[in-house]
T-cell receptor
Framework: GAGVSQSPSNKVTEKGKDVELRCDPI?????LYWYRQSLGQGLEFLIY????????KSGLPSDRFSAERTGGSVSTLTIQRTQQEDSAVYLC????????????????FGPGTRLTVL | KQEVTQIPAALSVPEGENLVLNCSFT??????LQWFRQDPGKGLTSLLL?????REQTSGRLNASLDKSSGRSTLYIAASQPGDSATYLC?????????FGKGTRLSVIA
């Protein structure tokens, strides 16, 4: 596609429910990233995938958060038993390549999913 | 742990002014530095990427500089326009994926 797409654009859920957020990266991009942007805070790295390598999950805030990337393309971020502090904008980005050590090409961001946990 | 600070947090200028946004970082072992723009309710748009071996990059009215030794980068915007109003974020790539500052919210008043 022309850019990174994310769905849904907005999600309102009740505390304790599970949610799934979807990201479609730019075709051919091998690296995919998830970030979280909370109100008044900077962007917080969550997880990234590079090709077939094991994902870097070092940014996930708790074991309620998980992500997968099927077929090296689409990724789903799952939040189980949502809490009010999970409310944020979840941004996905992709880049063409990531060299060893985490160096990155320009990252292209999707519009984000705004999650509100009531 | 890399820490990125952006000053000022907010800036309001009249149209036509030249302005400078600042970004400082604590760990100079970086691969590159990127400046992004974020419009309200939107994702991020990459403006400029400076590799660690470079000193500056230019794109149109934008010029970004990088001084690794002092841990600083600046984004210079010439002849500002109301359409430049947005939040500007700097982000650094090192041994981990991008670490972002909290941004500078720019308002250009017509």
């Amino acid at each position: 596609g022309a850019g990174v797409s994310q769905s849904p654009s907005n999600k309102v859920t009740e505390k304790g429910k599970d949610v799934e957020l979807r990201c479609d990266p730019i075709s051919g991009h091998t690296a995919l990233y998830w970030y979280r942007q909370s109100l008044g805070q900077g962007l917080e790295f969550l997880i990234y995938f590079q090709g077939n390598s094991a994902p870097d999950k070092s940014g996930l805030p708790s074991d309620r958060f998980s992500a997968e990337r099927t077929g090296g393309s689409v990724s789903t971020l799952t939040i189980q038993r949502t809490q009010q502090e999970d409310s944020a904008v979840y941004l996905c980005a992709s880049s063409q390549d990531v060299t060893s050590g985490g160096n990155t090409d320009t990252q292209y961001f999707g519009p984000g999913t705004r999650l509100t946990v009531l | 742990k890399q820490e990125v600070t952006q000053i000022p947090a907010a800036l309001s200028v009249p149209e036509g002014e030249n302005l400078v946004l600042n970004c400082s970082f604590t760990d100079s072992a970086i691969y590159n530095l990127q400046w992004f723009r974020q419009d309200p309710g939107k994702g991020l748009t990459s403006l400029l990427l400076i590799q660690s071996s470079q000193r500056e990059q230019t794109s149109g009215r934008l010029n970004a500089s990088l001084d690794k030794s002092s841990g600083r980068s600046t984004l210079y915007i010439a002849a500002s326009q109301p359409g430049d109003s947005a939040t500007y974020l700097c982000a650094l790539s090192g041994n981990t994926p991008l670490v972002f500052g909290k941004g500078t919210r720019l308002s250009v008043i017509a």
